[in-house]
């Protein structure tokens, strides 16, 4: 709509510190934002309560594509490039125009991220000042979306409703749904269709992360269990070591594929990019917490010392 666009253009020109508002605040609904709160929270707080935010947004992430790709409306920026700029892009590696990486623009994931994450936090934890963070942060978010030239104020709004409706999905599968098989094929299922139809790497990646952390949770609890740690060098040894596997299983899995070829939108390429998120979810949530009782001797010998 052409209000959205003019809206958008003013505030871009209004505002000195567009870009770094933007920038800012964009971090807080993105990929490498949400896995660092993912794994402070089930590292470092409640594994049970991250384990559940893993889930919430492997799915909104997962869900919200299905709906962009049907939509099919395109980015402010790419529909108004002599009036609206990208200020923060969905992916800083990618061209701008490439909407295979950049993603479409209605609904806004990150708007509904932030209420689905933040807000289900604020539950769990049961703690006002999380509640008023939560209001603060959804509304800042969303705002920064829209000065990023990324989406329209449409898709903000329906993404916070969206959102909301996530959370509301998860209560009702907490209080319907026992049997953890079931839980995860409900979560699974409604989203395979987008196989046929989806062609962006957002939609794989989650559909990565969901199989990966399903698979990880049943494996962690059965042959790991590891334990919540009160002690810092623990929780600090235990986040880095997580994002240390994220960034060279990462890089190590895409070594045997040309450049081109991941960087494609071939179904083959799309099912890679699932496949490599699986395997590294997996070995971050399940896997890599065998070593954590090392991480607590580590302690204990420096005390010791």
């Given at each position: 709509m052409?209000?959205?666009?003019?809206?958008?253009?003013?505030?871009?020109?209004?505002?000195?510190?567009?870009?770094?508002?933007?920038k800012?605040?964009d971090?807080?609904?993105?990929e490498?934002?949400?896995?660092?709160?993912?794994?402070i929270?089930?590292?470092?707080?409640?594994?049970?309560?991250?384990?559940?935010?893993?889930?919430?947004?492997?799915?909104?992430?997962?869900?919200?594509?299905?709906?962009?790709?049907?939509?099919?409306?395109?980015?402010?920026?790419?529909?108004?490039?002599?009036?609206?700029?990208?200020?923060?892009?969905?992916?800083k590696?990618?061209?701008?125009?490439?909407?295979?990486?950049?993603?479409?623009?209605?609904?806004?994931?990150?708007?509904?991220?932030?209420?689905?994450?933040?807000?289900?936090?604020?539950?769990?934890?049961?703690?006002?000042?999380?509640w008023?963070?939560?209001?603060?942060?959804?509304?800042?978010?969303g705002?920064?979306?829209?000065?990023?030239?990324?989406?329209?104020?449409?898709?903000?709004?329906?993404?916070?409703?969206?959102?909301?409706?996530?959370?509301?999905?998860?209560?009702?599968?907490?209080?319907?749904?026992?049997?953890?098989?079931?839980?995860?094929?409900?979560?699974?299922?409604?989203?395979?269709?987008?196989?046929?139809?989806?062609?962006?790497?957002?939609?794989?990646?989650?559909?990565?992360?969901?199989?990966?952390?399903?698979?990880?949770?049943?494996?962690?609890?059965?042959?790991v269990?590891?334990?919540?740690?009160?002690?810092?060098?623990?929780?600090?040894?235990?986040?880095?070591?997580?994002?240390?596997?994220?960034?060279?299983?990462?890089?190590?899995?895409?070594?045997?594929?040309?450049?081109q070829?991941?960087?494609?939108?071939?179904?083959?390429?799309?099912?890679?990019?699932?496949?490599?998120?699986?395997?590294?979810?997996?070995?971050?949530?399940?896997?890599y917490?065998?070593?954590?009782?090392?991480?607590?001797?580590?302690?204990?010998?420096?005390?010791?010392?």
């Amino acid at each position: 709509m052409e209000w959205e666009a003019s809206l958008i253009k003013w505030l871009q020109t209004s505002l000195s510190s567009a870009a770094d508002f933007a920038k800012c605040f964009d971090f807080f609904g993105a990929e490498t934002g949400l896995l660092l709160l993912i794994l402070i929270v089930m590292f470092c707080w409640k594994k049970e309560a991250g384990q559940k935010l893993a889930l919430i947004v492997s799915c909104v992430n997962l869900w919200l594509p299905m709906i962009k790709s049907v939509v099919l409306r395109p980015r402010p920026y790419m529909e108004y490039p002599d009036s609206v700029k990208p200020l923060a892009l969905s992916d800083k590696g990618a061209a701008a125009m490439d909407v295979a990486a950049q993603g479409y623009s209605f609904p806004s994931m990150h708007s509904a991220s932030v209420p689905a994450v933040y807000f289900w936090l604020a539950n769990e934890a049961k703690k006002n000042w999380l509640w008023i963070a939560a209001g603060v942060l959804t509304i800042l978010v969303g705002v920064s979306r829209v000065v990023a030239g990324m989406h329209y104020p449409t898709d903000v709004l329906v993404g916070w409703v969206l959102g909301f409706a996530v959370i509301g999905v998860f209560m009702l599968l907490d209080r319907y749904v026992h049997k953890e098989w079931l839980y995860y094929m409900i979560l699974l299922i409604p989203a395979l269709p987008g196989l046929f139809y989806v062609r962006t790497t957002d939609y794989f990646t989650a559909l990565g992360c969901l199989i990966g952390a399903t698979a990880a949770f049943p494996f962690e609890r059965k042959y790991v269990n590891f334990e919540n740690t009160r002690k810092i060098p623990a929780m600090l040894l235990r986040v880095f070591g997580a994002i240390l596997i994220y960034v060279v299983v990462n890089s190590l899995l895409k070594l045997p594929f040309n450049k081109q070829f991941l960087a494609g939108t071939s179904l083959a390429a799309f099912l890679i990019r699932t496949a490599r998120y699986a395997v590294i979810m997996f070995l971050i949530f399940g896997v890599y917490p065998m070593v954590f009782p090392r991480f607590e001797h580590i302690r204990k010998t420096k005390e010791s010392t």
